[in-house]
């Protein structure tokens, strides 16, 4: 499938590619946590099968993007996400999305159904309770400064990050305005999915219990998997191997 009218030049702000590979069959694109950048999937195309060629989203305001306005809803990101996906989707591809990048690739993959008849062949999501369920707690982005950070320590954020005056007056702003995104968003029910979903969550993640992660069935009109790994919230980065392995064997045997 090749859809027209999306330039290059505008998506290539949007997906990086750490390693090219030309001989790929499948892509997979990967979407970060609140406050994240593109650079933490740099690492991953080692750990992918070799027809698999890996794409990471850099959101605006985030990494290389840091000088360009924030976005801070949901619906309004996963619009200019589909403009910026397009070229890249006239061959098979599937998500992987963790914290925030849960919901904005869940809600990218229900756009591009809606609109162009395409889905993922794969949604994998991780660190995020299923869209349908709730927010009760409440809301973080509104926090002071000293009450967000203590939020952020709870959930593993990393120590070197939350020692550093210098990087917390920079990514702070960030982090706070990813904050207001996800616990903004509003969830409408549409028919589930056709792809297989599988959804991650931490041993230690209490955030994010077990029964949260398995309410995420409901999305997907086939095959659906709950797989706990080791670590907290920030498991994609102690497990990674772990991790890459389990995803790895689903698209050996679904793409």
């Known amino acids: 499938m090749t859809f027209k009218g999306t330039e290059r030049s505008y998506t290539q702000r949007w997906f990086s590619c750490p ?13 970060p946590y609140g406050g994240g950048g593109s650079a933490i999937y740099n690492a991953w195309p ?12 850099q959101l605006p305001g985030h990494g290389q993007r840091f000088s360009e306005s924030l976005v801070t809803n949901i619906p309004t990101l996963v ?6 996906i397009l070229p890249y989707v006239d061959r098979p591809y599937t998500f992987f999305g963790h914290s925030m990048g849960a919901i ?5 993959a229900r756009n591009l159904r809606r609109r162009y008849g395409s889905e993922p062949a794969y949604l994998f999501v991780s660190g995020h309770r299923a869209p349908q369920i709730p927010k009760t707690t409440p809301l973080v982005h509104e ?3 000293s009450e967000f950070i203590t939020e952020l320590k709870k959930i593993g954020t990393s120590k070197d990050l939350l020692d550093s005056a210098e990087l917390l007056a920079m990514l702070l702003p960030v982090i706070r305005a990813d904050y207001k995104m996800i616990e903004s968003y509003s969830y ?15 041993v230690r993640d209490d955030g994010v219990p ?23 919230h920030f498991f994609i980065h102690t497990e990674e191997a772990d991790l890459l ?10 793409c």
Request: charged share 25%.
């Open 245 to 254: 392995r389990i995803i790895s064997t689903e698209l050996y045997m679904y």
């Open 79 to 84: 619009e200019m996400l589909t403009r910026a």
């Open 46 to 57: 080692k750990g992918l099968p070799s027809f698999v060629e890996a794409y990471s989203a």
């Open 104 to 108: 904005i690739c869940f809600e990218l």
């Open 210 to 232: 077990r029964v949260h992660l398995e309410a995420w069935k409901e999305q997907t009109a086939t095959d659906f998997g709950v797989r706990m790994i080791p670590g907290d």
């Open 19 to 31: 390693k090219p590979n030309h001989e790929a069959r499948l892509s997979l694109f990967c979407f």
């Open 188 to 202: 409408t029910e549409e028919p589930p999915l056709k792809c297989p979903i599988m959804a991650f969550g931490g």
């Open 143 to 145: 926090l002071p400064d």
